[in-house]
């Protein structure tokens, strides 16, 4: 099964946080892991220096990375309609949820309240 995993949950492995570290190895184990090409962007803008780059792009390389087409970006509208105004639903957030949902990816994030709000979305619980 494939999952997409959160930007957050890449950024606490970066930091050698154990609790994410340990959530990814095993959802590794069982699942073929994805990240959004908006996540891939998040960490980019991320880096300090080229060395940065070379070493993001050297960890990124072991994940499939989903893009965006016309169904993600006309759902991401309706999603943005939808909740931008009650929840607060930004724009990149937005975008992942849409990946999530128009794939059928279960969502690996550990803002889940970021997401939760949003009925039809799946969810993994964390940690």
């Not at 960890?59 to 990375?65: D, G, N, P, V």
């Not at 893009?67 to 930004?90: A, C, M, P, W």
Request: charged letters at 20%; glycine letters at 2%; aromatic letters at 6%.
């Amino acid at each position: 099964m494939m999952i997409l995993v959160d930007t957050d949950i890449l950024i606490d492995v970066s930091r050698n946080i154990e609790i994410s570290i340990n959530r990814l190895d095993l959802e590794e184990q069982k699942n073929q892991i994805t990240i959004s090409v908006i996540t891939q962007m998040e960490l980019i803008v991320g880096c300090r220096n080229k060395l940065e780059l070379q070493h993001l792009n050297k960890f990124l390389s072991r994940y499939h990375i989903s893009q965006i087409n016309d169904h993600i970006s006309s759902f991401t509208v309706e999603l943005i309609k939808t909740y931008r105004l009650s929840h607060g639903l930004l724009i990149p957030d937005a975008l992942i949820a849409a990946t999530s949902m128009i794939n059928n990816f279960p969502l690996l994030t550990k803002n889940q309240s970021d997401y939760r709000f949003i009925p039809e979305i799946n969810l993994l619980p964390y940690p």
